[in-house]
């Protein structure tokens, strides 16, 4: 299973919130609440994350075995 929790540490170790990363970074609204939700998203969306936060995949997602 994928986890975004790294996602959420790295925006809280950046001091980055969910409006600077919505409203300020133009990150759209839509896949923040997929990942929010643990939805689905595609790869490219990891990858304009990465860019935003000026981090790496694993700051992003990890792989957790069941």
Same mark, same amino acid.
């Given at each position: !299973?994928?986890?975004?929790?790294?996602?959420?540490?790295? !925006?809280?170790?950046?001091?980055?919130?969910?409006?600077?990363?919505?409203?300020? !970074?133009?990150?759209?609204?839509?896949?923040?609440?997929?990942?929010?939700?643990?939805?689905?998203?595609?790869?490219?969306?990891?990858?304009?994350?990465?860019?935003?936060?000026?981090?790496?995949?694993?700051?992003?997602?990890?792989?957790?075995?069941?």
């Amino acid at each position: !299973m994928i986890s975004f929790e790294p996602f959420f540490e790295t !925006m809280k170790k950046k001091g980055i919130t969910s409006y600077d990363l919505i409203v300020k !970074m133009g990150f759209p609204r839509t896949n923040y609440y997929r990942i929010k939700n643990g939805k689905n998203v595609r790869i490219d969306t990891i990858e304009t994350l990465c860019k935003l936060l000026d981090c790496e995949i694993h700051d992003i997602v990890k792989f957790e075995k069941n």
